[in-house]
């Protein structure tokens, strides 16, 4: 089982890292017109929130597994939610990152339309902002990936 929460914090850490590429692929226009060519100057701060959201969504997949319980399809990212938030209220995680978690659950749904499941109890709606508009959101996503990431990476590492 190790094995597999250590493919878990791998995963996770790599959509972080893909995150923070994307996040800086954004902001540095050089980068965007020099290393990738593209016709014009483009904000990619949905994407930023969706593998940041990934990352949280992993990182929790392996706290879990680290205490047995895996969880899948239908509706993995749901279950994931419920067992994590389970954990939480019964003060074996702290509430800080279950806040963390909940808020990126929510900003990647709006943004990209995942978790169907979870938008039929919420109710349809449709992200109306500005790529531009989304920087401040996508950062924030970014840094409670961070420390999500951190804080299960540093249980794992001393149980």
């Known amino acids: ?16 890292d893909l995150a923070k590429v ?4 954004t902001e540095d226009k050089n980068i ?5 060519h593209l ?5 990619f701060y949905s994407s930023v929130i969706s593998h940041s959201y990934y990352c949280i969504f992993y990182s929790a997949k392996a ?3 680290m205490k047995g319980i895996k969880t899948e399809a239908p509706e993995v990212h749901k279950k994931t939610f ?3 938030k389970k954990f939480v209220s019964e003060g074996v995680v702290s509430e800080e990152l279950l806040k ?3 808020e990126v659950l929510i900003k990647a749904e709006t943004l990209l339309g995942i978790f169907k499941s979870e938008k039929k109890k919420r109710g349809e709606f449709t992200y109306q902002k500005i790529a531009q508009a989304n920087r401040e959101p996508a950062n924030q996503s970014l840094e409670n990936a961070k420390t999500f990431f951190s804080n299960i990476f540093r249980i794992y590492k001393f149980s």
Do not use: G
């Open 63 to 65: 706290y879990l597994l």
């Open 39 to 43: 016709s014009k100057i483009q904000t």
């Open 32 to 36: 965007q017109t020099e290393v990738f």
């Open 1 to 16: 089982m190790d094995s597999n929460i250590k493919l878990l914090l791998e995963r996770a850490e790599n959509e972080l």
């Open 22 to 25: 994307i996040f800086t692929t």
């Open 100 to 102: 963390i978690y909940e």
């Open 82 to 84: 419920e067992a994590f």
